[in-house]
């Protein structure tokens, strides 16, 4: 299994960007199709992007394409999130999640799919 830890959350301003990390240890993180979800107070979690187990795919919740990218680095078992233009409505408590079942091409986007995930990084956008 993989252990996920996530990092890079903050309060910020609307319109700034922060990019939030994740490590993961564990020997099938290669193998893993990795995932941002969120989850935002009264609200349920909700998929963010993912990220196909060599890097060439990403998939993006509509909310988010255009401003949020996803990338990895298998050498250093590292999932990235990179958001620019940040909106009120991106406050939320991020997730990392790993799926070790995923074929070359997956790109699950429902969190039934993922069995790791990590505590989560608060991220808070003020107008």
């Known amino acids: 299994q993989v252990q996920l830890v996530e990092s890079g959350g903050g309060l910020v301003q609307a319109g700034d960007s922060l990019r939030l990390s994740c490590a993961a240890s564990?020997?099938?993180?290669?193998?893993?199709?990795m995932a941002w979800f969120r989850q935002a107070p009264g609200k349920e979690r909700e998929f963010v992007a993912a990220?196909?187990?060599?890097?060439?795919?990403?998939a993006y919740a509509d909310s988010v394409k255009g401003r949020f990218t996803i990338s990895r680095d298998n050498a250093k078992k590292m999932v990235y999130l990179q958001m620019n233009s940040l909106q009120r409505e991106d406050t939320a408590l991020y997730y990392c999640?790993?799926?070790?079942?995923?074929?070359?091409?997956?790109?699950?986007?429902?969190?039934?799919?993922?069995?790791?995930w990590g505590p989560g990084t608060q991220v808070t956008v003020s107008s």
């Open positions: 990220i196909s187990r060599s890097g060439g795919n990403a």
């Open positions: 999640a790993a799926d070790a079942q995923a074929i070359i091409t997956s790109l699950p986007t429902t969190s039934q799919t993922y069995e790791s």
């Open positions: 564990g020997w099938t993180f290669s193998r893993c199709a």
